[in-house]
């Protein structure tokens, strides 16, 4: 019973999420032809090996199966936006006894960054986008100087979270371990940009609100550098309008990730007929992604469509005129599921 719960309230917010969006479809379609009549191109240079990248400003999407750790550079100074699934699980919660990859995040931030965080950003508290944090953030070699961490509320978890999500124990865990080490927790999100380096960091969808889905109450990142946009979507979807709401206020954008790594109920019409990405970045094999998602990013924008899995992680860097993209190529396997 609880398998068909989980798989009902699936299917019921992805069909409401794209319902209330049935009246974009005229407008795709013009936006389609006008795209064919005048031959508008997406971004043409092919994926390269991996280059050079210390003192630039890029954007460095970490293949961690289906999760996301996404670290900012800019300046010799760096960011880490969520940090993976763990490999810890609460022994009543057997649906979480998934492989981690809070060993390869920590290994690659102590590589690429020299273990220096200027700070870190969860953008909600599902294991695949914060179940790591507390691994890296107790690690010795590494500093992290402050937090950006949504405020959550058990009470607002949806009944099928209490059962496949370990919400409250991870974001428990985030906390503890940022007053282990003495990390300040910023949990007023600020309207002002975050700076670091050359990129301008937005909290998007910060604000608060009582829903029973914490996709839904996702904040995701408006990263801006040398006149390029991009948006870092974490899990924001469309249940509640968000992407509707939010899409207005962004723009056009040279670069999205898609939200929920690929998976419908995301990145719905309103969002790409506005944000008309150039280049749309999944934290997924391509194989995983739904091919609705594909077909509305072709229709509506034209996109480069890129998936980490593809290329064992995946840098976007910025440049004068556009974001080139290099190959991490790097493969490691997950961390064998543990109880606790």
Known sequence: ???????????????????????????????????LFSREQSVGAAITPPATLLHTDCIHFLYTGASDAILLQSGGKFALVDCAEDSHYPAAKPYLAVPGWEGYVVDYVKRVAG???????????????????????????????????????????????????DNDECYVQLLDACAARNVPV????????????????????????HRRDENA????????CRGQRAVLASDINNVYGDEQRMAQQIGRVDLLQAAHHGYDGSTTLPWLLHLRPRAIVFTNDM?????????????????????????????????????????IGERTEPTPAQKY
């Open 287 to 327: 194989r995983r992604v739904y091919a609705t998602l594909k077909l509305r990013a072709k229709l509506c924008a034209g996109s480069r469509l890129i998936a980490t899995g593809q290329h064992g992680g995946v840098v976007a860097q910025f440049g004068e005129d556009d974001i080139s993209f290099h190959a």
């Open 217 to 224: 109450n996702s904040l995701g990142l408006l990263v801006e």
């Open 186 to 209: 910023v949990q007023d999100l600020p309207a002002e940009p975050i700076m670091l380096g050359n990129l301008q960091c937005s909290i998007i969808n910060g604000e608060h609100r």
């Open 115 to 165: 273990g220096k965080l200027e700070f870190v950003v969860a953008t909600h508290t599902h294991s695949d986008h914060i179940g790591g944090f507390d691994t890296l953030i107790n690690d010795p070699d590494i500093t992290v100087k402050r937090a950006y961490v949504k405020r959550y509320h058990n009470a607002t978890m949806h009944r099928y979270e209490h059962y496949y999500w």
């Open 1 to 35: 019973m609880q398998i068909l719960s989980l798989a009902l309230r699936t299917v019921y917010n992805t069909v409401w999420a794209h319902m209330r969006t049935w009246h974009c479809w005229p407008w795709a379609i013009c936006v389609a032809l006008q795209r």
